[in-house]
């Protein structure tokens, strides 16, 4: 994929996968069959959208077991994340990943996006199966900043979505990522949404 971590991030990632493993037996945190194909599935995956973070603020939202926050917060420490779930199950198992990985660039948020609110600008709204792009611009509205881009995670090309954007909004990019091992197609689309004037 191009990328180049260290030995010390790789110990992390393969720590974070631990705790995964670890944690999903009581907290459900990924499907099963999905820890077979952790490391292609999920690390990877995220870890595809790396070359594409512009900006030093990210806000990881609906993130879940923390993907793709955690693995990009381990290849990108001069970035500082968010990761924002409300499910306080998950929220809890990321305070334990961010203890045990030592990530002193996260910040983890226990709420629903509408309730979030940020102190400082968000460069990078980033999102992985959480739900229609139209939703996720109305949802995250109040946080676009004229420079802030949503980096949207779908799987095949969202044609349907794409075509009721909201008219503000502009698709700036379409990547088709390639994740090694994995079939299923992967699309990356970066979008700006700027404030109403």
Known sequence: MGLELD????AQLE????????????????????????????????????????????LDIGTGA??????????????????????????????QVKLALG??????????????????????VTCRAFATIPEILRLTEPLFHPETVLLAMKGRYPEDELASLPDRSRLLASHKLEIPGQDSERHLLAITFPPDQ
């Open 66 to 95: 923390g993907l793709p926050g955690i693995p990009l917060a381990i290849a990108a420490p001069d970035k500082h994340f968010v990761l924002l779930d409300s499910n306080g199950k998950k929220t809890r198992f990321l305070f």
């Open 15 to 58: 720590k974070y996968a631990q705790l995964l493993r670890k944690w999903n037996k009581t907290y459900n945190l990924v499907s099963t069959p999905d820890l077979h194909q952790l490391e292609g599935r999920h690390l990877l995956d995220s870890l595809a959208i790396l070359p594409f973070l512009n900006g030093t603020r990210v």
């Open 7 to 10: 030995v010390a991030q790789l």
């Open 103 to 124: 990530l002193d660039n996260i910040t983890i948020e226990n709420c629903r996006i509408e309730h979030y609110q940020s102190q400082q600008q968000i460069d990078i």
